[in-house]
C-alpha cells in the first residue's frame, strides 16, 4: 500500500518536472467530425468500427505532444472496467509502461483479449470482482483494441502513447495542456484508428498557445 | 349399274378411277402421317423419361446440397460473431485468424474419422480457407485447414471478397493421381456491427455424389469443372468429346438443342448436362449425364416394325372402304352428268332469252327517256311561236281561236312528254322518292281550288270528307300529281250535274283516299286494262286525255308503298280507292277521322 503510495507520488513528479520553470500551456480546439447526433454536451460515448476504422462515437480527440522526454520511473495504475457490458472508459489514453486494471463489475463472465500488434494479450475468464484486478502492462506505443471473447460487441481502445503529455478534448473538441517544457514540439491529435493530425509547435516557457485542428 | 354407266360415258368411268386415287393417296398419306406421329411421340416420351431420371438425380443432389448450404451459412453466422475472428481480421492479426477458427470449425473437419454414410459424410469438409476482404486468400499458418497445392489453393481466389453464398468446383487431382473434383462453398462474414462484409470463408467438401435413378439404364454422371470431366469409366476420349459438346452448346445458347447427342464408343449417347453453382463467381460447373441409347434405340426399333404391321393394315383397309366409297359416290355423279347433259341445252336457250329481253327493256326504256328529252323542246319552241302569232294583230277572229286551241294542244302534248318522262324514269329504275310528310287534306283543297276555276265546276256536286291531319308518307309532288289525276278523271268523265264525292280516312298504319264520280261507268269487259298505258277506257274523243295518267298514277302510288285499285264502276258509279303510308302513329289521328 505504502509502495503504491510511494509509486503516485513519483509519477506525479515525474509527469511535472522541474516544477516552477519553463512551464508552457497549449489549449486549442480541435474539429470533430459531425455526428447525427444532437450536440448533447455528453460525456458518455463508446467505440465503433467503420469500414475498418475505429473511433468514438459521439468523437472525440486525444492531443499529445510528441518529443523526447525523459522516461518516468514509475507510473500510476489505470483501471478500464467493463460495466453494463462494455469498457469504462471506453477509450483510454496512457503513457508507454503504465499497467492498466480490468476489473469486471458486471455480473457475468468477461474476457478480455486484444490481437492489437501494439499488445497481445488475453486475460482468460474471470467473474465478477475478481482480485486482484487482471491487469495488463503496456510497453509499446500504439493503439490497442480491447475485445470481450464472450462478448463480441464490446470494444475498447488504449491509446498508449510516447509522452507524458496528453489529454482527451471534450465534446466540443477543446482540449489543455499545462506544465509543458518549453523547446520546439509536434502536437498531434488522434481522430480515430486511421486519422491522425500533426501541427509543429514552438513553445515558450509562460506562455499560453493556441492551435487548432486541423 | 355404274357399270354400265362407265359403258354409257367414259368420262365417268375415269371420274371414278380419279375419285378412287384420291383417296388412295390420302389414305396413304394419312397412314405415314400416323405411322411418324406415333414414333416420333414414342422416341419423344422414351426421352422426356430420361430427361426426368437426370432431374430427379439432381433434385435428390440439391436437397443434400441445401442441407450442406445451411450448416455452412451457419457456421459463418457463428464465425462472425466470434469475437477472435473479428480481432485477427480488424486488428491486423492475422497470424491468429486460423487458430481463432479451428475451434470453430473443428467439427466440420473431424466428422472423416467417423466415416459415415449419410448426411453427416456430406458434412465433412475437406480444408477451409479465409478470403480477405479483397477476395485474396489467406494462407493458414498451419495444416489443419487441410491441405492444398499452391494452384489449387489459387482457384479459391476472388476479384472480389463474395456478397452472398456461392458454389464453385475445384479440380485437382486425388492421392493417386487421377484427377477429381472437390466442391467449394464460400460463405461472406459479415461484420456484426456494420454488415459490411470483412472477410470470406472458403469450405471445401468431397461434391455430393448423386444418386443414380434410372437403374439399369447404363446411366453415368459427373461434374465438368475446369474444362475437367470425370465420369466413371470412360476414357479421355469420350471425355474430351463431351466436354466440347457442352461447351459449344453454354457457348451458343441461341442455337440450343433440346438434347444433345454424342457418342461414345460408337454407341449413340443422350447427353444432359446443368450448371450447378448458379449465381456464383466462381468459374461455371456443370453436372453432366449422359445415357446410352442402345436399349432406347432396340426399343423404337420394335415399335416401328409394329407401327409398321399396324400402318399396312390400315392402308389395306383404306384402299377397300375407298374403293366402295367412290362406287357409291360416282353413282348419282353419272346421274347427274345424263340430267345435267339435258339441262344445260334448256338453260342456255333461256338464258339467252333472258338476255334479248332485258336489253329490249333497257333500250326501250332508254328510247322513251330519250324521246320525251327530244320532244320537249320542239314543244317550247312551237308554243312560243303561236304565242307570238296570238300577240300579232290583223288575223281574222277566227284565227286567234285556231291559234288558242294549238297553244292548248301544246300544253296536252307537254304534259304527255313529262308524263311519259316521269314513267320511262321509273321503268329505269332512276326514280328517287324524297319522302316526307304530305298533308292530304291540304292536297285536295288545291285541286278544288283549281276546279272553281273551271267553268264546269257550277255543274258539279262536290261531296268531301277529308278529316284534317291526315298525314301520309310520300314526295309531295307525286303524291299532289296521283291526287290530281284522279279527280280530274272524276271531273271528265262525269255527267252534267254529276257529283264527285271524295272521302278520306285512316286504316290501321295506312291512309285510305275513295274518289267517285257519276257518269257512265267503265264497260266490264275493259276494267282489267284500265291501268295499261295509252289505254282509254271507252272514252270518247271529247274527253280529253292520254291515256297515261292511271298507269302513271298506279305506278307513282305502288312506288310510294300504296296501292290504287278501281272499287266500282256500273251504270252511273264509279269510284277508286288509293292507299298511301300514313305518316303518323294511328292512334293520335283515329278520333279526328271519324
Known amino acids: ?214 | 349399274m355404274s357399270f354400265a354407266a362407265a359403258t354409257r360415258a367414259p368420262g365417268i368411268g375415269r371420274f371414278r378411277v380419279r375419285l378412287l386415287l384420291a383417296m388412295m393417296v390420302v389414305v396413304s398419306a394419312l397412314t405415314s402421317l400416323g405411322i411418324y406421329v406415333a414414333q416420333h411421340r414414342a422416341a419423344k416420351d422414351a426421352e422426356a423419361d430420361l430427361q426426368r431420371d437426370f432431374d430427379l438425380e439432381l433434385a435428390s443432389l440439391h436437397r443434400l446440397q441445401d442441407l450442406r448450404n445451411a450448416a455452412v451459412a451457419d457456421r459463418s453466422k457463428s464465425l462472425a460473431q466470434n469475437a477472435r475472428i473479428h480481432a485477427a481480421l480488424e486488428d491486423n492479426a492475422l497470424d491468429l485468424l486460423y487458430p481463432s477458427a479451428r475451434e470453430e470449425l473443428r467439427d466440420l473437419m473431424e466428422s472423416s474419422n467417423a466415416g459415415r454414410k449419410d448426411a453427416g459424410e456430406a458434412l465433412h469438409a475437406r480444408f477451409y480457407r479465409f478470403l480477405d476482404s479483397h477476395g485474396a486468400v489467406l494462407e493458414p499458418p498451419t495444416m489443419d485447414a487441410g491441405q492444398l497445392l499452391p494452384n489449387e489453393q489459387a482457384q479459391l481466389a476472388q476479384d472480389g471478397v463474395p456478397q452472398f453464398m456461392q458454389a464453385g468446383y475445384l479440380a485437382r487431382r486425388d492421392a493417386t493421381g487421377r484427377p477429381a473434383v472437390d466442391e467449394m462453398i464460400a460463405v461472406p462474414i459479415r461484420s456484426t456491427e456494420t454488415n459490411e462484409v470483412i472477410a470470406a470463408l472458403v469450405l471445401g467438401f468431397k461434391p455430393v455424389e448423386a444418386v443414380p435413378h434410372g437403374e439399369g439404364t447404363g446411366m453415368r454422371s459427373g461434374i465438368l469443372a475446369n474444362g475437367q470431366l470425370q465420369l466413371p469409366t470412360t476414357d479421355s476420349a469420350a471425355e474430351k468429346q463431351i466436354v466440347a459438346e457442352v461447351e459449344r452448346d453454354v457457348a451458343h445458347p441461341s442455337e440450343r438443342k433440346r438434347r444433345l447427342r454424342t457418342t461414345i464408343d460408337g454407341v449413340p449417347h443422350l447427353l444432359f448436362f446443368k450448371r450447378l453453382n448458379q449465381h456464383s463467381d466462381y468459374p461455371p460447373a456443370y453436372e453432366v449425364c449422359v445415357y446410352p441409347l442402345t436399349k432406347l434405340l432396340a426399343r423404337q426399333q420394335q415399335l416401328r416394325w409394329r407401327v409398321l404391321e399396324a400402318g399396312t393394315l390400315l392402308m389395306l383397309g383404306g384402299f377397300l372402304v375407298s374403293e366402295f366409297l367412290s362406287r357409291r359416290l360416282s353413282r348419282p355423279v353419272e346421274e347427274l352428268a345424263v340430267v345435267s347433259q339435258k339441262n344445260l341445252v334448256q338453260r342456255q336457250q333461256i338464258e339467252a332469252k333472258l338476255e334479248m329481253t332485258a336489253e329490249e327493256l333497257q333500250r326501250s326504256t332508254r328510247f322513251s327517256a330519250d324521246a320525251s328529252h327530244q320532244l320537249k323542246s320542239p314543244i317550247t319552241v312551237l308554243r312560243a311561236g303561236l304565242d307570238s302569232l296570238l300577240a300579232r294583230d290583223g288575223f281574222p277572229p277566227e284565227v286567234y281561236e285556231e291559234i288558242s286551241s294549238l297553244i292548248h294542244q301544246t300544253y296536252r302534248l307537254t304534259g304527255v312528254v313529262e308524263d311519259l318522262l316521269l314513267l320511262s324514269r321509273m321503268d329505269a329504275g332512276k326514280l328517287r322518292l324524297n319522302l316526307r310528310t304530305v298533308d292530304l287534306k291540304h292536297l285536295v283543297e288545291e285541286w278544288i281550288d283549281d276546279l272553281q276555276a273551271l267553268p264546269e265546276a257550277a255543274d258539279l256536286h262536290l261531296e268531301k270528307d277529308v278529316p284534317p291531319d291526315l298525314q301520309i308518307v310520300g314526295e309531295t309532288r307525286f303524291t299532289a300529281l296521283v291526287v290530281q289525276n284522279l279527280l280530274d278523271n272524276a271531273r271528265k268523265y262525269n255527267r252534267r250535274d254529276g257529283t264527285i264525292r271524295i272521302s278520306a280516312r285512316e286504316e290501321g298504319n295506312q291512309v285510305e283516299l275513295r274518289v267517285a264520280n257519276t257518269g257512265r261507268g267503265i264497260p266490264l269487259a275493259e276494267q282489267p286494262y284500265i291501268f295499261e298505258r295509252f289505254h282509254r277506257a271507252g272514252a270518247g274523243d271529247d274527253v280529253p286525255g292520254h291515256g297515261l295518267g292511271l298507269n302513271l298514277a298506279r305506278e307513282l302510288v305502288r312506288l310510294h308503298g300504296g296501292e290504287l285499285r278501281l272499287i266500282r264502276s256500273d251504270e252511273n258509279w264509279t269510284e277508286f280507292c288509293a292507299r298511301f303510308r300514313a305518316a303518323q302513329p294511328a292512334a293520335k289521328t283515329v278520333g279526328a277521322a271519324q
Not at chain 1, 497481445?120 to 491487469?135: C, H, K, Q, V, W
Request: hydrophobic share 40%; proline share 9%.
Open chain 1, 1 to 214: 500500500m505504502i509502495r503504491a503510495l510511494n509509486s503516485i507520488l513519483l509519477a506525479a513528479m515525474a509527469v511535472t518536472p522541474a516544477t516552477g520553470r519553463a512551464q508552457a500551456t497549449l489549449e486549442g480546439r480541435v474539429e470533430l467530425p459531425k455526428t447525427h447526433f444532437a450536440p448533447v454536451a455528453t460525456e458518455r460515448y463508446e467505440i465503433v468500427s467503420k469500414a475498418g476504422v475505429l473511433a468514438t462515437d459521439p468523437p472525440r480527440a486525444v492531443v499529445y505532444l510528441e518529443g523526447d522526454f525523459p522516461k518516468p520511473k514509475t507510473l500510476a495504475t489505470k483501471t478500464v472496467g467493463q460495466k453494463d457490458f462494455a469498457f469504462r472508459p471506453p477509450l483510454l489514453a496512457i503513457e508507454v509502461g503504465t499497467k492498466v486494471e480490468f476489473p469486471n463489475y458486471d455480473d457475468t463472465y468477461h474476457n478480455i483479449f486484444s490481437y492489437s500488434p501494439a499488445k497481445r494479450f488475453d486475460l482468460g475468464r474471470y467473474p465478477p470482482n475478481e482480485t486482484p484486478a487482471p491487469s495488463v502492462l503496456f510497453d509499446k506505443a500504439g493503439l490497442v483494441t480491447l475485445r470481450c471473447d464472450i462478448h463480441e460487441h464490446m470494444r475498447g481502445l488504449i491509446l498508449v502513447l510516447d509522452t507524458p503529455y496528453f489529454a482527451i478534448t471534450d465534446s466540443d473538441g477543446r482540449y489543455r495542456l499545462t506544465n509543458l517544457p518549453a523547446g520546439h514540439f509536434t502536437i498531434k491529435a488522434w481522430l480515430n484508428s486511421k486519422n491522425t493530425g500533426e501541427r509543429p509547435v514552438d513553445l515558450k516557457s509562460g506562455g499560453v498557445q493556441h492551435v487548432d485542428f486541423p
